[in-house]
């Protein structure tokens, strides 16, 4: 069987993203960012159980790893940024 978390986070890796390994609810995540983007993995074991839990799994990694706080920074940043170089 294909381990996907595994073979992602070679490819990912190998393009030059930052990988980690989470866990979320006991459910592993294999996170990847770089300089512009932030992304999770998850694996399903059926098609079934993606449709029925990807909602559910991204909303908690997303609360879990704070990103809400992260995006309201990283815009404020852009914000502040963007209007000192108007000036």
């Given at each position: 069987m294909i381990d996907i978390l595994t073979d992602s986070s070679n490819i990912l890796r190998e393009y030059g993203y930052k990988i980690d390994r989470l866990f979320v609810d006991?459910?592993?995540v294999l996170a990847f960012e770089d300089a512009t983007v932030i992304g999770f993995l998850f694996a399903y074991d059926s098609s079934d159980q993606l449709i029925n839990n990807?909602?559910?799994?991204?909303d908690r990694v997303i609360v879990n790893q704070q990103l809400g706080y992260v995006v309201l920074v990283k815009s404020?940043?852009?914000?502040?940024?963007?209007s000192c170089y108007r000036r």
């Open positions: 006991e459910k592993e990807w909602e559910k799994d991204s404020m940043e852009y914000i502040y940024n963007f």
